[in-house]
Antibody, heavy 113, light 108 residues
């Protein structure tokens, strides 16, 4: 049974760094073809793809956010971590981790002083 | 990045209607195109992958098709549970991924 679960702070101050963790089970990120992405959705708005890490360690980022994003994996702990630097109130959103066919429930992050 | 243009942004329909939503890619995505359904407060649900393959457990009234860089999601006979927002996602393996802007299917 595949599951993914996001965790991280609910509230972050502007200009701080946001660190989110995706803990997954039911598959291994060392298996060929496996990929995990982060996606976010501001309240009332559309889905936005942020970043992806592949089984072989390749990483891909949204062009508009790539200077602020870092994605990494710890296969031994079945975790994928997303770091977003210099946050702004515009980064307020529900953040999801996903394998495309399976999604976490999402975690709402609010950026406010 | 590959841009995805999704239309319409809103669609008003009645139960039993045939509904069509389109996504156009700015370049080839080699049919790496998925469709999702999302209801308020919940995570997206995969309906179609690789442009036309029905995800396990998804009703057969949903179908996907492709013609070059144009992709279509069709709901053959709209059911009450289908009122939701639909998104396309291009997931071409050698590129950053991108979503369409979404289509809200609402009751007429």
């Amino acid at each position: 049974q595949v599951t993914l679960e996001e965790s991280g702070p609910a509230l972050v101050k502007p200009r701080q760094t946001l660190t989110l963790t995706c803990t997954f089970s039911g598959f291994s990120l060392t298996t060929g073809g496996m990929r995990v992405s982060w996606v976010r959705q501001p309240p009332g708005k559309a889905l936005e793809w942020l970043a992806r890490i592949d089984w072989d360690g390749d990483t891909f980022y949204s062009t508009s956010l790539k200077t602020r994003l870092t994605i990494s994996k710890d296969p031994s702990k079945n975790r994928v971590v997303l770091i977003l630097t210099n946050v702004d109130p515009m980064d307020t959103a529900t953040y999801y981790c996903t394998r495309v066919d399976f999604w976490g429930q999402g975690t709402l992050v609010t950026v406010s002083s | 990045d590959i841009q995805m243009t999704q239309s319409p942004s809103t669609l008003s329909a009645s139960v039993g209607d045939r509904v069509t939503i389109t996504c156009r890619a700015s370049q080839s995505v080699n049919d790496w195109l998925a469709w999702f359904q999302q209801k308020p407060g919940t995570a997206p649900k995969l309906l179609i992958y690789k442009a036309s393959r029905l995800q396990t457990g998804v009703p057969s009234r949903f179908s996907g098709s492709a013609s070059g860089t144009e992709f279509t999601l069709t709901i053959r006979s709209l059911q009450p549970d289908d009122f939701a927002t639909y998104y396309c996602l291009q997931y071409e393996t050698l590129s950053p991924w991108t979503f369409g802007q979404g289509t809200k299917v609402e009751a007429k």
